[in-house]
C-alpha cells in the first residue's frame, strides 16, 4: 500500500514567487493536514481539509491556503513568500474525522520549500 | 499560545540503556496523547499513542505514562539502538479532536 506521497520534494523560490505543493493521502483516508517545520523545530499545524472542506486553520496569514479534490489529494499555495517560509512543509493523512484511528496521522516525507 | 513542550532538546545514551524522554503539556482539555518519532529526511511515524483515563501504555520496547496531576508525559525506550536514533515529538489531540498539537521534538542519539 502506497504511503503518503508529497511532491515536489524539493523547491526553490525566491521572494515574491508562489509555490504549490502537492501532497496524495493514504487510499481510504479522506482527512489531510499540512504542517509545517522550520529547521530544528517543532511542527505548526497549517491546515486540515476533511471531505473536499477546510475544517480549521493554524495561526497563519491568508497567502497560506489550499484546497482538497475530490480524490482526497491536496494542494499547499503560499503567495508573496517571504524568507521566513523556508521550512519543510509536511502534509498527513488520517481516516474521516470521528472515526477509530482518526486521530493517528500517518505523513508523508515532507517538500523543502527554500525561499531565496 | 498552545504548545507541547520538552525538557530536553537532546538526549545522549549509551547503545543498550534505557532512554526516557519527556514532554510537558499546556492544554488541559485534550483526552489523546502520541508520540512520534522522526528520522532523518523523512515524516514523523506513529510509535504509540494514549488516552486520558490511562496513565501507562506498553508497546515493543516502547512505555508511555501520562501524569495528568502535573500534565506530563514521558516516552520510555528499553535497551536502546542505534535505530533508535531520531526526533522524538509528543503530540496532543485536544477534545473534539480538530488538530494535533505537536511539541518542539528531543534529539535522541545512541552511542555504540
Known amino acids: 500500500e502506497a504511503g503518503v506521497t508529497q511532491s515536489p520534494t524539493h523547491l526553490i523560490k525566491t521572494r515574491g514567487q508562489q509555490a504549490t505543493l502537492r501532497c496524495s493521502p493514504i487510499s481510504g483516508h479522506t482527512s489531510v493536514y499540512w504542517y509545517q517545520q522550520a529547521l530544528g523545530l517543532g511542527l505548526q499545524f497549517l491546515l486540515w481539509y476533511d471531505e473536499g472542506e477546510e475544517r480549521n486553520r493554524g495561526n497563519f496569514p491568508p497567502r497560506f491556503s489550499g484546497r482538497q479534490f475530490p480524490n482526497y489529494s491536496s494542494e499547499l499555495n503560499v503567495n508573496a513568500l517571504e524568507l521566513e517560509d523556508s521550512a519543510l512543509y509536511l502534509c498527513?493523512?488520517?481516516?474521516?474525522?470521528?472515526?477509530?484511528?482518526?486521530?493517528?496521522?500517518?505523513f508523508g516525507a515532507g517538500s523543502r520549500l527554500t525561499v531565496l | 499560545g498552545e504548545s507541547v513542550g520538552l525538557h530536553l532538546p537532546t538526549l545522549s545514551v549509551q547503545e543498550g540503556d534505557n532512554s526516557i524522554i519527556n514532554c510537558a503539556y499546556s492544554n488541559s482539555a485534550s483526552d489523546y496523547f502520541i508520540w512520534y518519532k522522526q528520522e532523518s529526511g523523512k515524516g514523523p511515524q506513529f510509535i504509540i499513542d494514549?488516552?486520558?483515563?490511562?496513565d501507562k501504555r506498553q508497546g515493543q520496547r516502547v512505555t508511555v505514562l501520562l501524569n495528568k496531576t502535573v500534565k506530563h508525559l514521558s516516552l520510555q525506550i528499553a535497551a536502546t539502538q542505534p535505530g533508535d536514533s531520531a526526533v522524538y515529538f509528543c503530540?496532543?489531540?485536544?477534545?473534539?479532536?480538530?488538530?494535533?498539537?505537536f511539541g518542539a521534538g528531543t534529539r535522541l542519539f545512541v552511542k555504540a
Open positions: 498527513a493523512s488520517s481516516l474521516a474525522s470521528g472515526s477509530a484511528g482518526a486521530n493517528v496521522l500517518t
Open positions: 503530540a496532543e489531540v485536544p477534545t473534539g479532536g480538530f488538530k494535533t498539537i
Open positions: 494514549i488516552r486520558s483515563n490511562m
